[in-house]
């Protein structure tokens, strides 16, 4: 009788000892995912949906959890949006680990040039994949709601068209590299300011018109393997666990395929964030693992939510270079970064000013360098957008090597507060905090009459570099040496350089060295030229002197108003650096009224404009054909160099509605393109295509896009105040298209 029970006991047992032993057979393919996700544990699943610790790749902020019995392997997850971040030093070894420092997202995006940002993200993309990583944690494609905010400098634009297509080129490139990206912060993520709390209250129209539609164009353009969540909370919940974000949104109206990680938070609410359709938690927690198996046990999850992240995890996986074996090198190609580098800085410093054809310099031999930022220039800001590059060119190395000289007494004085400054921020780096620093913005110093005096009598030109730092974790202020306004000491500095410069017959040149926007009403009056280097990575000196020189033809335009005023953006009025009650809640009064959107329907001036931007050369625009085109039309213009020199013009193609169902921006954004070096004379003609579905307006109340049944205005422009060609499209019905009806305000504006 016990024979026949324990042999009867063996049969029952036998299935549920092969089901293991088959799972130990089975490893992760791409043709056998669905297979993998029913062999796999509970503990197995929640373990994949959990970031954790790794050491294959110093400095790099996080990784997946492998489960070897199945043939999952850990995923390598680094910084950043300027270049790869990694440390560049390790135990145990002499060799250095540096990386290209690459242009801010600001200046690539000021290139207006698709493919240049294509190709110099494809170059980002082999530099990450070589040296190990995965998954490179960008690009940052926030909208530049107000100019304080800390990490504008990472970000694209203030327009949602120009900052969604230069992602989306951003993410194409880096991608064709064979590794994956990681589009964020989404979404509304808008400052630095108690970024993990803060709820932005953001109405829905705006939401859909403006801090959505940045990411919606990106991500249908390119596929970003993986979408990074936001800290904040959204009109309620955090971003990181609104399901109507992260799956009605993302998933049911966009069709997004890849996965969704959160951003480097501690534990939140793990069950609400995997329900809400978040697929990876980072930076991870092993209590989260068991967080997630308690829910499904009991019922606070369902299986079938973890199912699903599951298998999303497990198709992103399988794309990358570690689950292919791909021995890296740990080499990059310093030169092709430099020299890609370089060519991105070129097309996107901007050229704001130029009386009388100061620039580009000529018989120059000497200047006399001002601002501590032409002895240490910034290639790029602080935190997670830094990088450890071999070499940041300054301005002052840049002109010499272009054959202009710095006056010896003032370069003297400079670099000996350098050296001081130089070792204050070594002992900074030191500290637990280091990584987050990347190079510093330096006290700048003050000079008396006399020594200008001198300066203006042994130099040919004076060049003026003013200089702002910004980055993760905090928000810049009106005032103060990082903040938008001058400081007494740099303004008093500028005018006496100008007024013993301009006594001696010579020019004044002022190199603004930010990331981020800064007031130029107060002083640009004072001076003969501008450039806008911003942070343009490790070849920042080479390329400003590219450009002062002639070397290169600027070609760079501003994809951000610079106001006249910080509080002409009604969003400074709830902004909390200068509204400190917003630091928990900001509301966004403003709604759609957000840069030159603001401006230019309200009619009111500003210091640059939207979209502006000067060259050594000038261009005619001519024929603008539209054309209805399906649902939508295309357009054309043709733009000849009329100008003695070559050079590349960003063509700005804005439409304006009729008067419809709800009110609109006087003019809106809706497509650009870059012309090629045209010769003097020659000429190339550009095509655009527009959908109506891209001419549609938020009806909060349908939850429906709209575009109203009427004559539309297209303008072809080399700024949003400087339209050099019209013609018009007509819309003869209606169209409309429904999305689900999502992302309410819990609480009054």
């Known amino acids: ?23 130990q057979n089975l490893k992760l393919n791409a043709n056998n995912i669905d297979a993998i996700v029913k062999a796999m544990t509970l503990d197995e699943k929640a373990t994949l949906l959990v970031g954790g610790p790794q050491d294959r790749v110093p400095g790099a902020a996080g990784a997946t959890r492998a489960i070897p019995r199945l043939g999952i392997p850990q995923v390598i997850l680094s910084d950043g949006p300027a270049g790869l971040r990694i440390d560049w030093t390790r135990k145990g070894t002499s060799a250095t680990f540096h990386t290209t420092a690459f242009p801010i997202g600001s200046c ?63 993410i194409q490139g880096v991608q064709s590299a064979g590794v ?26 705006a939401m859909r018109e403006l801090y959505l539609k940045n990411f919606e164009i990106a991500i249908k353009k390119s596929s970003p393997w993986t979408v990074m969540s936001s800290y904040n909370r959204l009109n309620g919940p955090y971003a990181q666990a609104s399901r109507e974000l992260l799956t009605d949104v993302l998933r049911t ?7 969704v990680m959160t951003d480097w938070i501690g534990r939140r609410n793990t069950t609400e964030q995997i329900y809400a359709g978040s697929d990876l938690l980072e930076p991870g927690e092993d209590i989260q693992i068991k967080d997630i198996v308690e829910g499904v046990k009991n019922g606070k999850l369902n299986m079938k939510d973890v199912d699903i992240d599951v298998k999303r995890m497990l198709e992103f996986i399988v794309k990358t270079p570690s689950f292919h074996n791909y021995k890296y090198s740990g080499k990059i190609n310093f030169e092709k970064g430099a020299q890609v580098a370089r060519e991105g800085a070129d097309e996107g410093m901007v050229l704001l000013k ?5 620039l580009p310099l000529r018989n120059v031999k000497t200047a006399a360098f001002f601002g501590m930022g032409s002895y240490r220039t910034l290639g790029t800001g602080w935190g997670s957008g830094t990088v450890n590059p071999d070499h940041c060119v300054n301005i002052v190395d840049g002109f010499k090597a272009a054959g202009i000289a710095c006056t010896p007494a003032l370069k003297n004085i400079y670099e000996k507060m350098v050296e001081f400054a130089d070792v204050r921020q070594e002992a900074e780096h030191e500290s637990d905090w280091g990584w987050g620093l990347g190079r510093a913005q330096y006290p700048e110093i003050t000079l008396n009459e006399r020594a200008v005096t001198d300066q203006a009598k042994a130099a040919d030109v004076a060049v003026f570099t003013i200089t702002r730092q910004a980055g993760e974790g905090w928000d810049r202020s009106a005032g103060g040496d990082k903040g938008f306004n001058l400081t007494a000491d740099e303004q008093q500095l500028l005018e006496r350089v100008s007024d013993k410069f301009h006594k001696e017959g010579k020019k004044v040149i002022v190199v603004i060295n930010s990331g981020s926007v800064i007031n130029t009403s107060s002083w640009k009056g004072l001076v003969d030229g501008i450039l806008l280097a911003w942070q343009p990575g490790e070849e920042a000196g080479h390329c400003v002197a590219d450009i002062v020189t002639g070397k290169v033809n600027p070609s760079g335009k501003l994809p951000m108003t610079w106001p006249n005023d910080l509080m002409d953006h009604p969003s400074s009025k709830q902004f909390p650096t200068t509204a400190p009650d917003n630091d928990k809640v900001c509301r966004y009064k403003e709604g759609i009224n957000v840069g030159y959107r603001y401006f230019e329907t309200a009619g009111k001036a500003v210091s640059y ?36 020199v070559a050079g590349k013009e960003a063509v700005q193609l804005y439409v304006t509605a009729p008067k419809g169902s709800i009110e609109k921006p006087a003019i809106e954004l809706k497509a650009f393109g870059k012309t090629r070096l045209l010769q003097p004379g020659e000429k190339q003609t550009l095509t655009f295509t527009v959908s109506d579905y891209d001419l549609a307006s938020f009806h909060e109340a349908g939850s429906e896009w709209v575009a109203d049944a ?5 303008k072809a422009g080399a700024a949003v105040d400087d339209i050099r060609a019209h013609a018009t499209y007509k819309l003869k019905k209606a169209f409309t298209q429904k999305v689900t009806d999502v992302l309410h305000p819990k609480q009054a504006l």
Not at 354 to 358: A, E, R, T
Not at 617 to 634: E, I, N, P, W
Not at 710 to 714: A, D, F, I, L, Q
Request: glycine content about 10%.
């Open 1 to 23: 009788m016990k024979t026949k029970n324990l042999f009867k006991g063996m049969l029952l047992t036998l299935p549920l000892i092969a089901a293991p032993l088959h799972a």
């Open 108 to 170: 690539l995006a000021a290139s207006w040039n698709t493919t240049l940002v294509h190709d110099a993200c494809a170059v980002m993309g082999e530099e990450t994949r070589e040296m190990g990583v995965d998954v490179l944690l960008a690009p940052g494609a926030n909208i530049h709601r107000n100019p304080l905010c800390g990490r504008n400098f990472e970000y694209f634009s203030e327009d949602p068209v120009l900052a969604g297509n230069i992602a989306a080129a951003y």
């Open 180 to 205: 994956g990206t990681s589009l964020k912060h989404f979404a509304a993520n808008s400052q630095e300011t108690n970024r993990l709390e803060v709820d932005a209250i953001v109405p829905t129209r």
């Open 253 to 259: 109206d966009w069709g997004y395929k890849g996965i």
């Open 354 to 358: 130029n009386d009388g054809g100061v």
């Open 609 to 644: 404009p939207f979209g502006y931007g000067l060259s050594y050369t000038t261009f005619s625009y001519r024929d603008l054909k539209v054309k209805a085109s399906g649902k939508g039309f295309t357009a054309q213009v043709t733009v000849i160099n009329t100008g003695r």
């Open 710 to 714: 009427g004559t539309y205005t297209v």
